[in-house]
């Protein structure tokens, strides 16, 4: 058997991963919440021959699909959980949500997932079919966005073992994702003070949103003095209520910290906390400061970079309808610019630019973007759970198109467009993408001796070590 016998499995069954990547859709169920999307996962892995193992890492919606012994151990991480006030009808090209203030899965996990399984299983039938060691695992990660499942999981140890692990996400292009990301923390600030009359006896009440607002401009200062690559978010979650005539006693703020590596994060976050420390002194109230998840910056490999993006270019071209250029046309029309595509992806700007000029007229990018394996490998600001495996085995991913060129992540374009024959093509690319390259690692050791060695070398003998406490646990994001 050989990768175009796995492209062809995984096209035979096309309408098994289309049809699970739309239940998913249905179902948009948010962080640590996802136990109908991991139910329809772990049953479609059994299907293919897969013993599943449910409740890893004292996570209900995170699973592990096994098949096959032996070396080497062969990961794909999938994903599935969707984003709050993101419903949306499927295939419009107007923001039209089917269920105000209900999710949507405007990341694309649910394509995110069945792409990751689809590839799972093609490399499960081709060691099956050969007769080769190996074990393939598929990982059931819920919480990516606002809950860092990964790093909860890798905490307990279940990624441990790993000799190779393979992701993908959607986006707008096609091409490897040859960059790091920023780490981070999230921490719940929760200020209690006294409630009082606030204009018979203000003197008498403590007022936590003092603190609050005082510490917010605290930290305002405070972004200053840190390094400039770092990120200081923050919401507030409780303002003590509406009645403005009562000195509030409870107040309650979100911080998101980020910077390209978690020991920086750490000196941030400890200074942070004085700032709190010392609003609650000056104000007379108390904080209680709570640690929600943290995520670890990505490791690059260009061993497996390269491998990947091997692979994109002789994975079959996507053909796409006149239905499907409609679609991406309408859909474009809503939005006025792409988003910043060198954040997305290791290319030179003569590439950046290039690409501009040729998707001028088009909604659909076709094309693969170049790879450079000695190219710096940049720093993208947003952050993902991925990392933390990436720390503890040689990681590789891609993009593909599966959103029309001006569609940016988190948005309803990106919902409306999620159970499109554009979506499901590109998830089925990335997934004929990632097999292949599993299938080439295993065809050829000396690939993944050169993946370790690459990751051994930018660990430089440090190991992984979750920036979770150990007494935290995961929180739905719905709750916090």
Known sequence: MNKKQA??????????FCTLSDKVWDYAETAFEEFQSAECFCEALKQFGFEVKQNVGDIPAAFVGTWGNGYPVIGFLGEYDALAELSQEAGIAKKSPI?????????????????ALAAAVAVKDYLEKTGKSGTIKF????????????AFM??????DGLDLAFCWHPMNINGVFDVSTLANYQISYEFTGRSAHAAATPHL????????ELMNVGVQFLREHVIQEARIHYAITNAGGFSPNVVQPKAEVLYLIRAPRITQIEEIYQRINKIAWGMALATETEVEIKFIKACADIV???VLSGLLHKNMLSAPKISYTEQDYAFAEALDKTMESPPPLQVLTNVAPEDINNCLTQMQDKAIYEEVLPFYPDREVPVSPGSTDVGDVSYIAPTGQVVTSCWTFKTPP?????VAIGKSGIAHKGFIYAAQALAGAAIDALEDDSIIQAAKEEFNNRLGGN???CPIPPEIKPQAVSKL
């Not at 995984?10 to 098994?16: A, F, K, L, P, R």
């Not at 990982?139 to 990964?150: N, T």
């Not at 009440?205 to 609050?212: C, F, I």
Request: a negative charge; hydrophobic letters at 25%.
């Open 463 to 465: 190991a992984y070590k």
């Open 205 to 212: 009440g403590r007022s936590a949103l003092d603190a609050l």
């Open 154 to 159: 890798a905490r307990e140890g279940v990624f």
């Open 7 to 16: 492209y062809e499995f995984i096209e035979q069954n096309s309408d098994i």
């Open 139 to 150: 990982f059931g990660c819920p919480g990516e966005e606002g809950g860092s499942g990964k």
């Open 99 to 115: 269920e105000k203030g209900g999710n949507g899965h405007g990341c694309g996990h649910n394509l995110l997932g069945a792409g």
């Open 300 to 302: 690059p490999n260009k």
């Open 410 to 414: 988190h948005t309803w374009q990106s």
